[in-house]
């Protein structure tokens, strides 16, 4: 099923949200994409698929869920963990990195936490460029996807391609061209009845979640803006050694590497990001402006991405979006939504609300991260597929977007992200020469506008 049949048929449905205004710029592929974000979501439920859902979990003749995991790192060993604890009957039985020390060291550390739901014989284990490809041609049910975002798009494409299940890291993409890849994947992944479950985790958070339905049933009046903080301090830094060669030190170090990450506004900030689209039922906003650079964090080992941005977000209907994000270390520090209604305010980590009345979330919150994985194998024991491939897109785009005007110091339209081709990394990945490293100078840095 194409795309514009897909946003069709979701077109259709009373209950999805309304898609974003077009401006008179926007071509028509541009607009079946967008009604595609809109209505990814649903589309699978739509589409009927919960046979195939079912024969594609059981083909292993039992009721086990065979997993495997791509990228042994801090969350992809985490997602490991989280999929073994959702579901007594899943099963970590293949695994992949780039790096064969770092297969070997996640194999360790995997059997030690997962006990014997680690199932994963050697000849199940695979390192180098190809590793993605080795693991998809085995038995397993789900994918965790867990490498740097630069890699994400052709990875969810070819596991789409196979017929896996996929839980997939945020974000889906670093550039307009990989969310695109990523739209496809997603709308195929839901023609074929598969799972595509989002690392966007505050989505699957108890707190968060009611609270923002609290917002949307109109606890706080009418959205009139909203303030997105995340001011964090630095992160890590893998120190080289003698023998890396560039494009190791980079595939290694990816957070610095803007082909690789996005830059922080893309990998981290995504999260609050996500949270702004959310409050506005999945309607991206309209266009942006921003300020940002690279002030304390300057080194050569700190690659090409800036330490700050500060983005103005701006929807059809007028509401705003102030949103700041900073890694520096010894500042202040703040992570938080705040929502500003003609009723009242919300906060939305905090779980609280001041308004008509106010309340404060006082429920059980069990680990967001164990919920999303919950969901997806829910979702592949009942047949009844998810798809959060619409909303992880979206945020994805809107992260880019940001990060796009404060390069360039211009306003950059939604549309003119969607229709963007900017492409940042190679097209087959090696271990030959790394991209170039340039750090972007607004008022001189040009945005690839198609
Ligand atoms: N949802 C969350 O809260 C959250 C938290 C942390 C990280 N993340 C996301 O998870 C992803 C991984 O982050 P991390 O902190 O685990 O990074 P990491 O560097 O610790 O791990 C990444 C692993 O992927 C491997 N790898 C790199 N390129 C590969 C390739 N082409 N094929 C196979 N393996 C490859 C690396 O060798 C490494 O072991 C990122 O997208 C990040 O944004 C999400």
Not at 154 to 160: N, S
Not at 376 to 382: G, P, V
Not at 395 to 416: C, K, P
Request: contains cysteine; glycine residues 8%.
């Amino acid at each position: 099923m194409s795309l514009e049949t897909i946003a069709t048929l979701s077109e259709t449905s009373a209950t999805q949200p309304t898609a974003p205004t077009a401006t008179s710029t926007a071509t028509s592929a541009a607009k079946s994409r967008r009604n595609f974000l809109a209505t990814a979501a649903s589309t699978s439920a739509i589409l009927g698929t919960s046979s195939f859902l079912s024969r594609t979990v059981h083909a292993a003749g039992s009721d086990m869920i065979k997993v495997g995991l791509v990228g042994c790192g801090g969350r992809g060993n985490g997602a490991a963990k989280d999929a073994m604890n959702a579901d007594a009957g899943c099963r970590l039985t293949a695994i992949a990195d780039v790096f064969y020390e770092r297969l070997e060291d996640g194999k360790k550390q995997l059997r030690k936490t997962l006990g014997e739901q680690y199932q994963a014989s050697d000849d199940q284990c695979f390192s180098g460029w190809d590793a993605l490809d080795r693991i998809l041609q085995t038995d397993i049910n789900v994918i965790l996807l867990a490498t740097p975002p630069g890699f994400r798009p052709a990875q969810m494409e070819a596991a789409v391609a196979a017929g896996k299940h996929v839980f997939c890291e945020k974000p889906v993409a670093v550039d307009p061209v990989g969310v695109r890849r990523v739209m496809a994947a997603s709308a195929s992944a839901a023609d074929k009845g598969l799972c595509v479950v989002s690392g966007l985790c505050w989505r699957y958070d108890l707190g968060v979640k009611a609270t923002i339905e609290k917002i949307q049933s109109g606890a706080i009046g009418e959205i009139v803006s909203i303030q997105e903080n995340y001011l964090t301090g630095t992160l890590w830094h893998r120190t080289p050694k003698e023998e890396w060669t560039a494009m190791h030190n980079q595939v290694l170090n990816w957070l610095y590497y803007r082909w690789l990450s996005g830059d922080h506004i893309v990998e981290q900030f995504i999260h609050s990001l996500d949270k702004a689209l959310w409050l506005h039922n999945d309607v991206p906003p309209i266009k942006c402006y921003a300020t940002g650079g690279r002030q304390v964090r300057t080194e050569a080992r700190y690659g090409d991405v800036y330490d700050h941005f500060s983005v103005v977000y701006e929807w059809a209907d007028g509401t705003r979006c102030y949103a700041s994000t900073r890694q520096m270390a010894d500042c202040f520090n703040e992570t938080e939504d705040y929502v500003y209604g003609t009723e009242g305010m919300a906060r939305v980590l905090k779980n609280q609300i001041k308004g008509k009345e106010d309340w404060k979330f006082e429920g059980d919150k069990p680990s967001m991260y164990l919920l999303e994985h919950v969901a997806l194998m829910k979702a592949i024991r009942d047949g009844k597929p998810i798809n959060n491939g619409g909303y992880m897109c979206k945020s994805t785009l809107m992260a880019i977007m940001g990060r796009e005007a404060a390069y360039s110091g211009q306003v950059i339209t939604w549309d003119a992200a969607m229709a963007s081709n900017q492409k940042l990394g190679p097209d087959r990945p090696d271990w030959g020469d790394a991209p170039a490293v340039e750090i972007p100078m607004p008022g001189q840095y040009k945005f690839i506008d198609a």
